[in-house]
């Protein structure tokens, strides 16, 4: 084994980085600074560690994230394979128990012989072959470095993270389980729902705007702005009274059993952990303190001896300005031999992360090789996000989740919106397998097949 590369993070992109880069061959040495380096979102020293919701999205194929799920998966992706055997009831999403999927990725890495990990920060960019994978809590050092690198500010918006409750103090004489769409095999929904009359909305609303919030650090008050998925809930309460209720707080779709009615609005907790015992709040991210935050939270009916195990807070977030710096094959014009992966590319949510280190590890030993460095097609959602932040405006640039708005339009106009999406999720599959054939790279031909239905 003559290639060696270096992967700076043990989140997600740089977890799967390094196993795509062992699995060709290459010899990995993987930094990941916990423990010995705190965060201030992270609680374990675990690789791949969930530190917002537990949901990966939608496993539906006809839906964003569940066609990006499939292309992540059919490419040989190790965490979606350890997703999927840590997955929790949720319907039709893909959820899972936070610690055992950590568990599973982190025995994956570390028992990999071609794989050395070591636990300490890396301070400077390293001069050879690449991929920094830091993520949104990139350590002050290393952060000023890759600005040095890129020769570009580099930008701050916020990430916050919902509560945790235990389910045993959920109070199911109130709540109720129900899901919008699905059910489970019991013919029960997979969410916990605490409905909400008007006034009770209304006093929630209202104490959650006048909650005291925690205060931001120095340098986090340069640049105080949030991408839309993770804005916090007084946030949200502050564009208006009705904001919540067609928002995380959304009715539609359920019926309180007690009245036979659907309520003003409702709050859904998410299974948290393969047990059962723990369900987050969903849509719940929240700055405000943690004392109010009990409070308030336990007006909402069917919490009101609510046992929190996590509070919810609000952390800073680092991203280049990809269009920039990088290729659609994301490493940096200026450094062929350096890759970037994860949320620092401006791709959001956690598949989207995933299959940013799988691309980067491809590339990377491609580049080793002396290959081209390599892209999905642009019909597929993967290589659609690839396009976005290799050629987005630069002076407009913002982080990006898996959407159907980025994919180029299909053939022949199709006006049901649903029929539409299962036409781009065939053209995607059916355009990523001719292109995988087409590489003559046997890793990405495994167990991880192509969705039946394609």
């Known amino acids: 084994m003559n290639d060696s590369a270096v992967v700076i993070g043990g989140g997600l992109a740089g977890s799967e980085a390094a196993w795509q880069l062992a699995q060709r061959g290459v010899a990995v040495t993987l930094y990941e600074m916990r423990p010995k380096l705190r965060t201030g979102a992270h ?8 530190v917002c919701s537990n949901s990966l999205g939608s496993r539906l194929v006809d839906r964003a994230s569940g066609l990006l799920q499939a292309e992540t998966r059919r490419m040989g992706s190790l965490l979606l394979d350890c997703a999927g055997r840590s997955a929790v009831p949720a319907g039709g999403a893909l959820a899972v128990d936070r610690e055992a999927f950590a568990e599973e990725v982190t025995a994956a890495i570390s028992q990999h012989p071609a794989i050395r990990l070591l636990r300490e920060e890396v301070r ?35 990430d916050a993270i919902s509560p945790i409750v235990q389910a045993e103090s959920i109070d199911m004489g109130i709540a109720f389980r129900a899901s919008r769409r699905e059910s489970d095999a019991n013919g029960l929904g997979d969410y916990i729902n ?41 946030h949200l309460a502050e564009r208006g009274p009705e904001t919540l209720a067609f928002g995380p707080m959304r009715p539609v779709g359920l019926r309180d059993p007690r ?22 709040i969903v849509g719940f991210q929240t700055n405000i303190r943690w004392g109010a935050q009990k409070e308030i939270f336990r007006m909402i009916p069917g919490l009101a001896n609510a046992e929190f195990v996590r509070m919810g807070q609000m952390h800073r977030n680092t991203f280049l300005n990809a269009p920039a710096l990088l290729n659609a094959g994301l490493s940096l014009r200026a450094r062929p031999d350096l890759f970037i992966a994860g949320q620092l590319t401006g791709v959001e949510g956690y598949v989207g992360n995933i299959v940013t280190g799988l691309i980067a590890a491809i590339n990377l030993s491609r580049h080793l090789r002396g290959g081209e460095p390599w892209a999905p097609p642009r019909t597929t959602m993967t290589g659609s996000l690839l396009h976005y932040v290799s050629h ?44 995988l054939q087409t590489l003559g790279d046997p890793t990405l031909f495994s167990a991880q097949t192509m969705p039946s239905e394609y």
């Open 124 to 158: 400077e960019i390293p001069t050879g072959p690449a991929i920094v994978a830091t993520g949104p809590l990139t350590s002050p050092s290393l952060t000023q470095s890759l600005a040095r690198l890129a020769g570009e500010e580099h930008l701050y918006f916020y």
């Open 392 to 435: 987005a405006d630069p002076r407009e640039f913002q982080p990006m989740k898996a959407n159907f708005g980025i994919l180029p339009p299909l053939r022949t106009r199709i006006r049901r919106k649903r029929e539409r999406y299962q036409a781009y999720a065939a053209r995607a599959m059916r355009d990523l397998e001719a292109e």
């Open 194 to 234: 605490c409905p909400l009359d008007e006034g009770e909305y209304r006093r929630f609303v209202n104490a959650l705007l006048e909650a005291d919030r925690m205060e931001l650090r120095d340098f986090e008050r340069e640049d105080p702005q949030f991408f839309e998925r993770c804005v916090p809930i007084e």
């Open 259 to 280: 009245t036979g009615l659907r309520p003003h609005a409702v709050v859904q907790l998410r299974q948290d952990n393969l047990a059962g015992s723990l369900y987050n």
């Open 43 to 50: 609680v374990s020293d675990r690789l791949a560690e969930l």
